[in-house]
């Protein structure tokens, strides 16, 4: 697993998480812990230098989609293609955030 955001308590941007092209990732599972009340982000860019987009997440635990995420949560993004993603919290009132990844392979 890699951290992109530690306990996070600011809106901001966290670490980038390099995917690799030779891993051919297709999805990331994204493990999301939200103490109060903030609200989370994936981006993702296809290669170095290129603009970061905000990635639609699936909730596991209901099936709905969003780009925000604003409850604790296992989440799955699709990354096919993808070079690196990036962990954000995008708003902020109170808390902590906390986002773990790891890929799936295949």
């Known amino acids: 697993m890699?951290?992109?955001?530690?306990?996070l308590g600011s809106?901001?941007?966290g670490v980038r998480h390099g995917l690799g092209r030779s891993t051919l990732a297709i999805s990331l599972m994204v493990d999301v812990v939200i103490t109060d009340t903030?609200?989370?982000q994936?981006?993702?860019r296809i290669a170095v230098g290129e603009q970061d987009i905000i990635l639609l997440v699936t909730n596991l635990n209901?099936?709905?989609t969003?780009?925000?995420i604003t409850a604790s949560g296992l989440y799955r993004v699709d990354v096919a293609g993808l070079e690196s993603v990036l962990g954000l919290v995008s708003a902020w009132t109170s808390g902590t955030v906390t986002m773990k990844t790891t890929t799936v392979i295949g």
């Open 42 to 44: 994936i981006k993702g």
């Open 2 to 7: 890699q951290t992109l955001i530690d306990a």
């Open 11 to 13: 809106a901001a941007d």
């Open 62 to 64: 209901d099936g709905t």
């Open 66 to 68: 969003a780009t925000d």
């Open 38 to 40: 903030a609200t989370a």
